[in-house]
């Protein structure tokens, strides 16, 4: 066992109201700059859809992500080595701009320098940032919003799907997908560098890009599944999702996750075992999800904490692995799940599949309606088909996925007799095999979500960065390492009264 | 280091051989590595800052986030929510972190193109003036020489919105606005000079600034929260209050939650968290929206009735719980709480087969007992007078007050006498008076009086039959011709009757189950509709029969324009100048603007149009514009201007003639001599000639009838297809003159930090500073705190805080007026004022109007009050900087609560500094602090020496609800340090008391105190004769109004276009006009206007996704792309509110004029009921009552355009 600790996030998609907060504020701090115009590290897309850019989830196409070869090795789906060095110059799968989109700007002082004596007010009209060209708009970071279009019928999820899923006016249903880099456990950008740029953390699992050694080959953007490793046209180097380091550093959530105004990102350590992710990668579609449950260690394990200890991770870190909210919604409540584990790269950004649980606008047919007690819809009349969630989260398997729902719908059911009545309905527990005290704990968790709770992060990062430092020299050492300065100074910590 | 170069899964990380702090995972697929160079640092430096200032979004959200603005080298760069809300508790969610993507996109207008850092005037007028200014060295001569110069003035007016702005002075620009003030006070009069400014509460200072300006002038300043049709006007008409309604947080106490027509997560982004969250807690939760908005994802069950419809399913709903709650089964819950908390307990007379009055003690005999309503004790069958009407709140403390002691109302009469009454539907009918029904009713003799109650009427209305009462009753749920049924919604909604009864009868159960915690979340979608009224009567007829008012996790939730200034008292005593004057030209905007754009001369509806059959015709032969001249004669409507002369000249006319100003006023109205303006909207000396906006985009966003506007107030022709009115439509008492008058307004000015639609047409437009370049303070109705402004950088270029230019303006008035204007003698005419004993002046809402001799006009009872003020024009800019002495010689008064307030006056004086004595108002950040000081929200002892006086008014024990903080109060200083929690006050109606959630009417319920209303509780039955004119005394459903039929449909005059309803909900991506602009929100929507259409409708004139599109009606065109969606239902299409025409709008195909914006479609209809006054809760108050700007209501073409544009 070779335990390592990863900075880990679960969004609740139940809660996500799509307000699209988390991309701006990421957007303002992050990559509102010259060569990123097209950028969005964090963005949020309408489900079904074909999302930002287009089709990304398409992997015949795209050839992202991980496979196992004809003897059951994993291997990129963009090829191997020689095959890919072969490709360097001219990268077949890779998206162009217009599968993102073409960012626009609009006159600048046109509003006040318009000459006098025009037939009719002045307008700011629409310019290509890229080309300084006239331009019209046909797509954009979020074409799809709220299903605005007729592009949503090709997302690949649907595949299959053709007799569920009918886009009519009575039959709609949609959920907001907010994704930021998966900080894979098994990425594949890391893997497709051939410059070596791209590295996951020691300390805490972020995958970043060294843009010192970055020489723009691109190779981690066809390789990523989820493409979320993007060229800045300017520097021609990639530049992706920080996990917000600077801030994690100091103990301090992600941007996205602090400014979501649903509060349904949830921070927090995961102990995992570095020996066994290859392994877990490697198993057959079914069994992906448990062996990815599987690389987790268990924090209140001793014998784990005594092999964090050994590995020099600090106590802090061994407290705050147990207060993690990511290992109890993934591993302890297991309603947390990755999305697309078929692409074998260990997400590391976890998703509570929505339970959505409108009917269509014609109800629910032959129920029964006259208990006026008996208020809840039962998760087989939902609208979402879940085989449509299994594609996203469990490589197609409805029963995982369903027992999620179960478990969110039996968790209401519950707490309403709790909240009205003040019983405690056991019977409703039973289907779900959990604990009066872990479906309230849950409740507290999904519900009640308190600042410290949704963001378990423990600070002293450098402390722990050198503690695991075993190779010659310490990196503190450098000017502008964590230690010395390099850290941001925050003015004001996020103080919160009682 | 473990380095694989197996070909096949260690790509190309083999490569790397020379690592020393790297770490190859196995087989060479991972890299790990700490970091330790420096390639890093460029995040680093990027996320690094200097300062962090707390500031908010200002005017036009309501949202009212507390937000950090990060600055770096003297640059704002970004800025996130805060998180350091006072707590909720342990057992519920926080605050934090409220915020919207809008708001985290605020700091690119900072230092946009789209940023005004300049003074710019209309180029041709600024040639003008200069040159007039130079011959004639007088600011105010050379203003006048402009605008009396035929000539002169069209040539400046006829280019407003064409381009041509040059830059000015500061100076240049504040004297060029002062000159045309003060030659308008004293050419027209003070209230031709008028000001707007919307929703106070999320920039009080910034408000204050301007209002005070206007005040301190005897301007006139237009109300906003009717005009932009957010007033639910049911809610003055049920409970005598303007609004109250929960926080945000209170929604995780109920446990059955309807949303209708509120789209949370697109409107109420910072809140909708708690609607998530309450799901978890077992709430069950229901979307009643015609489109698959954003929230339905979040709802356990969708209704979509057709668009406007909305009342007919609630009226179902209500004939549901009515049968199975109140008639099958009886639940004590309901059953205590109708009989204390509402008036369905109440007698009313019936007359000729309708329903007429409440019945009064001075039926009985009582001297005095015009206002005292009276009920039938249960157990002794005995008529009582029970305390806490209206009769009681003026005369006899102690005696206001819900205490029934002993006596059991009785919830309908038990009687063998029965009689028929006739009842108003409007879902059939020739007109939109529709038609009626008659359903039989117990009946009761009181002397020469035949009786029943509320609660037997209400029975009758809805259908629910009791017995073998005689009348037309339905069948059953399933009859599908009786109104009000299940059935019979279906028909109207297309909502399948089983949901209706489902959801009607799971909210009443959930009620009795949780005693009163069902509640109905309420917005724009069903508001904002020519009868909303009457829906939203509908609705708190669900909420007010099932006990959920005044429960925490309960009742109505109504979220349209969050105006809640919680702070109350100080804000409006200070932005009103009440402690100079009292009182100010409060106006209501849609009758205002209803004749001052003359949409009135366009009008093809006859107010007749709406009345029922039940009415006596009283309406008839009246024009819309005569109802509301008759309003404002008869003092139940503010009509400012009023007067068809210059109010400063009255009073030396009076003089001239050795009479009193009243006399005198008196006699030359009844003699014809003197008019009111309302009865000449067009005659020039009836103009209003200046226009300031500040915090407002009135010509981009608000202006119903948009093209009305540009045409007659500014004199921009733009009007294509409208027609005026046949002979036989035109008014009564207006007249009609044959030219209408283009270009009234002489100076339009805008304030603002960025070009708007208004700024292209203004004369003036002023640089502002943003909401992170100054001090103020915010509160809202979604949560209980008080939090700042702050200014994180200085306003750049010649930008200013609006405080400081009206300050700047206030001086350079004073100045002008040392040699224009001097002291004058200023004479208004004010409406009768709810919450004070104005509210006695027509019994029994009975109207007399004396212009017809049906009385005589007498101010302050049949006609306006008569106020005179002495105004000394050249100490305005003085007075606007410090705390005026009626402060210590009046104190405060806020809903008829009066508090003594000299220690806080004290106060002042040690805290802000003093000028000349009196405590400082120089500084927006001094204000802030005079608005907490009087305000009992943020002083503890001016919450308790309230709450001591409502206890002498009711008798009844308060002031514990302060207890502990008597002494405490809320400073502006810790306003800035974090959000602030507010007090428990008599300003409102919640307690606040303990941590306890804010839910609206909690004291009334708890501690017995009364509503403002007639009888003292929350009504069913409303009475005044324009009420009952209309048919409207009992809930009803009015269907949208026939446009088509009223108009001609749209559609007749276009080839391949397709005629729907345009319905225009807030936005996503914008908060009113604002960001529409901005090109965060541009990359994440489409980039420019938009129309979403059905996929049916948009197959049906052959359109595309993302293809150009034009909409057109009488009233207007637009251009924009179609979003063709599924979520749409056919026949309706949404062009999000207030798109504006500065972005991306093309010029429109065939008469090549610019594409419009949402209110190029629309143009005001006036309710007359909304203009009724005079009486108990109908009295007015400034945006308590007034007609609303609705904009529903409105059809369009739309047809597919050629995809070659023009800009």
């Known amino acids: ?498 | 280091m473990t380095v694989s170069l197996d070909p096949g899964t260690g790509p190309l990380l083999g490569a790397r051989r020379f690592l020393t702090r790297e770490t190859i995972g196995d087989h060479g697929r991972t890299l790990h590595q700490v970091d330790g160079n420096e390639w890093d640092s460029f995040y680093r430096d990027r996320w690094r800052y200097d300062k962090v200032v707390r500031s908010t979004h200002g005017v036009n959200c309501t949202g009212s986030c507390s937000w950090n603005v990060f600055v770096k080298d003297g640059l704002i760069t970004w800025e996130h929510q805060a998180t350091d809300y006072p707590t909720t508790g342990p057992d519920a969610p926080d605050y934090e972190p409220r915020g919207c993507p809008r708001g985290a996109s605020f700091s690119w207008y900072e230092y946009s193109p789209s940023r005004v850092r300049h003074p710019y005037l209309r180029g041709v007028l600024a040639e003008m003036f200069r040159e007039a200014r130079q011959r004639l060295g007088d600011p105010v001569a050379a203003w006048a020489e402009i605008v009396e110069t035929p000539l002169k003035a069209m040539a400046y007016k006829g280019q407003r919105g064409r381009g041509g702005f040059v830059r000015a002075s500061w100076d240049e620009a504040i004297e060029l606005m002062a000159a045309a003030h003060v030659y308008t006070v004293k050419t027209f009069g003070p209230d031709r000079v008028v000001g707007f400014s919307p929703i106070p509460a999320m920039s009080m200072a910034s408000f204050a600034a301007g209002t005070r300006y206007h005040a301190l002038l005897g301007g006139t300043l237009l109300s906003f929260y009717d005009w932009y049709a957010d007033l639910p006007i049911a809610s003055p008409q049920i409970w005598g209050d303007q609004t109250d309604v929960p926080e945000a947080g209170d929604w995780w106490n109920a446990t059955y939650l309807m949303m209708w027509g509120s789209n949370i997560p697109v409107t109420r982004t910072p809140d909708a968290h708690f609607l998530a969250e309450a799901r978890y807690k077992g709430t069950k939760v229901v979307a009643v929206s015609p489109d698959y908005a954003d929230n339905v994802k979040f709802a356990d069950d969708w209704l979509a009735p057709h668009p406007g419809t909305d009342g007919a399913l609630a009226m179902a709903m209500g004939h549901v719980v009515l049968t199975e709650f109140f008639r099958d089964r009886q639940v004590d819950y309901f059953t205590d709480y109708a009989r204390s908390f509402t008036d369905l307990p109440f007698l009313v007379t019936i007359v000729d087969g309708k329903a007429d009055r409440f019945l009064t003690a001075a039926d009985l005999g009582h001297t005095e007992g015009e206002h005292k309503t009276v009920l039938v004790d249960a157990n002794t069958g005995e008529l009582v007078v029970p305390n806490g009407s209206l009769g009681f709140r003026y005369a006899e403390p102690g005696r206001w007050n819900l205490d029934l002691g002993d006596v059991v109302p009785s919830l309908g009469l038990v009687s063998d006498d029965v009689a028929e009454v006739e009842l108003a539907r409007f879902d059939v009918g020739d007109t939109e008076g529709g038609s009626t029904i008659r359903r039989g009713v117990p009946v009761r003799r009181v002397g020469d009086h035949l009786v029943t109650t509320v609660f037997d009427l209400v029975m009758a209305q809805y259908g629910v039959r009791r017995g073998d009462l005689p009348g037309s009753w339905p069948t059953g749920y399933d009859d599908a011709e009786s109104p009000n049924t299940p059935a019979w919604q279906e028909k109207i909604t297309g909502v399948p009757a089983r949901l209706a009864i489902k959801i009607g009868r799971e909210f009443a159960r959930n009620a009795e189950r949780s005693r009163g915690r069902s509640m109905i979340v309420l917005g724009a979608g069903a508001n904002q509709w020519f009868h909303s009224d009457m829906t939203y009567r509908a609705f708190i007829s669900l909420v007010t029969l099932t006990g959920c008012q005044g429960v925490n996790g309960g009742g109505w939730a109504h979220y349209v324009g969050q105006e809640k200034a919680r702070p109350v008292t100080g804000q409006q005593h200070m932005s009103f100048a009440f402690d100079w004057q009292r009182p100010m030209r409060h106006q209501a905007s849609t009758p205002f603007w209803y004749l001052h754009t003359d949409q009135w001369r366009y009008e093809r509806v006859p107010a007749d149009e709406l009345a029922s059959p039940l009415g006596t015709g009283r309406f008839a032969g009246m024009a819309f514009a005569d109802t509301v001249a008759a309003a404002q004669r008869m003092g139940w409507s503010p009509g400012h201007p009023f007067f068809n002369r210059n109010p400063l000249d009255l009073a030396d006319q009076a003089a001239a003639a050795g009479e009193t100003v009243q006399d005198y006023i008196l006699k030359n109205l009844e003699n014809g001599t003197l008019g009111t303006v309302a009865e000449d909207p067009d005659d020039p000396a009836n103009f209003p000639r200046c226009l300031t906006l500040w915090r407002a985009n009135l010509l981009g966003s608000s202006g119903k009838g948009n093209e009305y506007f540009m045409r007659h107030l500014l004199g921009v022709s733009s009007l294509e297809t409208a027609t005026e009115c046949d002979p036989e439509n035109r008014p009564r008492d207006v007249t009609w003159r044959d030219e209408a008058p283009v270009g009234k307004l002489d100076l339009l000015t805008a304030i603002d930090f960025r070009m708007t639609n208004t700024g292209l047409h203004a004369d003036v437009v002023l640089p502002a500073a943003t909401w992170y370049e100054k001090h103020d303070i915010s509160t809202t109705d979604m949560h209980p705190f008080v939090h700042a402004f702050s200014p994180a950088v200085e306003p750049p270029a010649d930008a200013h805080t609006d405080y400081d230019t009206f300050l700047a303006l206030a001086d350079k008035v004073s100045e002008l007026a040392v040699t224009h204007l001097g002291v004058r003698t200023d004479v208004l005419a004010a409406p009768l004022q709810h919450d004070t004993p104005d509210e006695l002046a027509m019994p029994s809402g009975r109207v007399r109007d004396w212009k017809f001799g049906e009385c005589s006009p007498q101010p302050g009872k049949t006609m306006p009050k008569l106020i005179e003020i002495e105004r000394d024009y050249t100490l305005i800019g003085k007075k606007m900087r410090t705390v005026g002495p009626l402060m210590e010689k009046l104190g405060t008064t806020t809903k008829a609560i009066t508090v003594d307030v000299k220690p806080e006056v004290d106060y002042l004086k040690h805290q802000n500094g003093v000028i000349d004595g009196r405590p400082s108002l120089a500084t927006a950040d001094r204000m802030c602090e005079a608005i907490l000081s009087f305000s009992g929200t943020t002083n503890g002892r001016v919450a308790h020496a309230g709450f001591q006086e409502l206890e002498k008014r009711t008798g009844q024990r308060f002031t514990d609800l302060i207890e502990g903080h008597e002494n405490d109060r809320v400073t502006y200083s810790e306003t800035q340090e974090a959000p602030q929690p507010v007090f428990t006050s008599p300003e409102w109606s919640g307690s606040e008391k303990g941590g306890r959630r804010y839910s609206p009417f909690t004291i009334n319920v708890e501690r017995l105190k009364p509503w403002h209303t007639i009888t003292g509780r929350q009504h069913f039955f409303v009475e005044h004769d324009w009420v009952a004119e209309l048919g409207e005394q009992l809930p009803a459903f009015r269907p949208p109004l026939n446009m088509a039929r009223h108009f001609g449909k749209p559609g007749d005059a276009v080839d391949g276009g397709v005629t729907v309803r345009f319905l225009t909900p807030h936005a996503k991506w914008s908060i009113h006009s604002m960001y529409h602009d901005n090109e965060l929100m541009l990359a994440l929507s489409r980039g420019g206007p938009v129309i979403w259409m059905s996929v049916q409708d948009a197959a049906k004139i052959g359109v595309r996704d993302n293809e150009w599109i034009e909409a057109h009606n009488r009233n207007g065109l637009v251009v924009a792309r179609a979003v063709v969606s599924h979520r749409m239902p056919e026949g309706t299409v949404f062009q999000y509110h207030s798109p504006e025409r500065t972005v991306n709008v093309p010029k429109a195909e065939k008469s090549k004029r610019r594409g419009g914006y949402h209110n190029s479609m629309t143009r005001l209809l006036v309710k007359p009921t909304h203009l009724a006054g005079g009486h108990a809760q109908l009295t007015y108050a400034f945006n308590y009552y007034g007609p609303i700007g609705s904009q529903r209501d409105e059809i369009t073409v739309i047809r597919r355009r050629t995809q070659e544009v023009e800009y």
């Open chain 1, 1 to 498: 066992m070779r335990i390592r600790a990863q900075v880990a996030m679960v969004m609740n998609l139940d809660k996500c109201i799509g307000c699209h907060t988390c991309s701006v504020t990421c957007k303002q701090t992050w990559t509102n700059r010259e060569g990123t115009e097209y950028v969005w590290f964090n963005n949020v897309e309408t489900k079904p859809g074909i999302g930002y850019p287009k089709h990304y989830e398409d992997q015949e196409r795209w050839k992202g992500g991980w496979k196992l070869d004809g003897k059951g090795r994993l291997v990129l789906r963009s090829g191997g080595r020689l095959s890919r060095l072969g490709k360097i110059f001219a990268n077949p799968d890779l998206p162009t701009i217009d599968d993102y989109y073409e960012p626009a700007t609009f006159d600048k002082d046109i509003l006040v320098s318009a000459p006098g004596g025009l037939t009719d007010t002045p307008v700011k009209k629409p310019w290509s940032k890229l080309t300084g060209e006239p331009m019209s708009i046909e797509w954009g970071a979020n074409w799809e919003d709220s299903l605005g279009g007729d592009t949503m019928d090709q997302d690949p999820n649907l595949r299959g799907l053709a007799d569920k899923v009918k886009f009519e006016f009575e039959k709609t249903f949609m959920f907001h997908l907010p994704r930021i880099c998966e900080h894979c456990l098994n990425p594949a950008c890391v893997s497709a560098c051939p410059s070596g740029a791209m590295y996951k953390r020691e300390e805490d699992g972020i995958v970043l890009v060294d843009q010192d050694r970055c020489r723009g080959w691109r190779m981690c953007v066809s390789a990523c599944p989820y493409k979320k490793v993007y060229v800045n046209h300017a520097t021609g180097k990639a530049e992706k999702c920080t996990f917000c380091f600077p801030r994690i550093e100091a103990g301090q959530p992600t941007i996205c996750s602090e400014t979501c105004v649903g509060r349904l990102r949830y921070l927090g350590i995961l102990w995992y075992d570095e020996d066994a992710v290859l392994a877990a990668a490697t198993v057959p579609e079914e069994e992906l999800l448990d062996a990815q449950r599987g690389v987790f260690l268990d924090p209140f394990d001793p014998a784990v904490q005594q092999a964090a200890r050994d590995a020099g991770h600090p106590e802090e870190w061994i407290e705050a692995a147990m207060a993690s909210p990511v290992w109890k919604l993934i591993s302890e409540y297991r309603i947390a799940l990755p999305l697309h584990p078929e692409y074998r790269t260990l997400p590391m950004v976890w998703y509570v599949p929505p339970l959505s649980p409108v009917l269509d606008a014609a109800g629910a047919a032959g129920r029964d309606d006259t208990d006026a007690d008996d208020i809840f819809h039962t998760i087989e009349d939902l609208r979402i088909p879940v085989e449509y969630l299994a594609s996203l989260f469990t490589a197609g398997d409805t029963a995982v996925a369903g027992g999620v729902l179960m478990k969110l719908a039996a968790m209401r059911a519950y707490m309403r007799a709790r909240t009205l009545d003040g019983t405690v309905a056991n019977e409703l527990l039973d289907g779900i095999g959990m604990t009066a005290g872990q479906v309230e704990a849950m409740y507290r968790l999904l519900a009640i979500a308190k600042y410290d709770e949704r963001y378990v992060i423990p600070a002293a990062h450098a402390k722990t960065a050198a503690a695991l430092e075993d190779l010659g020299g310490c990196s503190l050492d450098g000017e502008g390492g964590p230690g010395m300065g390099g850290g941001p100074v925050p003015v004001i910590l996020s103080t919160r009264r009682p």
